[in-house]
């Protein structure tokens, strides 16, 4: 692997574990205490996030373009809806269209794109 190969996959993962902590105190923020510190996070999780990341660093997506991102990534590893999140049976209440989650889980979407943004051009490789 190259050295900038490295250097960029060095970048998404502090990028992403930045994302997943603020992600995690926003949702313990609204009451949703299911997500661990990003070393204790099971490995879909954070790979979820690296995802999210590389996503929003190739193109603009917005926050609808990262939701149905990431709900694709979910339904393709068989994920469903359901109305509680339950990591053995995959289900997850967001698996829903953009505009038919809650205020409070669309902000999730804005909160990790301005984070990429933000870090996008600081975070050192």
């Known amino acids: 692997m190259k050295d900038d190969e490295i250097a960029e996959r060095v970048k ?3 990028i992403a574990r930045v ?3 603020v992600n995690r105190a926003y949702c313990r923020a609204i009451g949703d ?3 661990e510190l990003w070393a204790d996070a099971p490995e879909w999780q954070r790979e979820s996030a690296k995802a999210g990341v590389k996503l929003h660093l190739a193109t603009y997506v917005g926050p609808q373009g990262s939701h149905d991102s990431w709900m694709k990534q979910k ?3 068989g994920w469903v809806y359901g109305a509680e999140k ?3 049976k995959k289900t997850h209440p967001c698996i829903l269209p ?3 989650l ?5 902000a999730k979407d804005y909160i990790f794109e301005a984070i990429v943004i933000a870090l996008k051009w600081h975070v050192p490789e």
Do not use: A
């Open 102 to 106: 809650p205020p409070e889980q669309r």
């Open 12 to 14: 998404i993962e502090r």
């Open 86 to 88: 339950d990591e053995v």
């Open 33 to 35: 205490y299911s997500h």
């Open 75 to 77: 339904v393709d590893d």
């Open 19 to 21: 994302c997943h902590m």
């Open 98 to 100: 953009f505009s038919e």
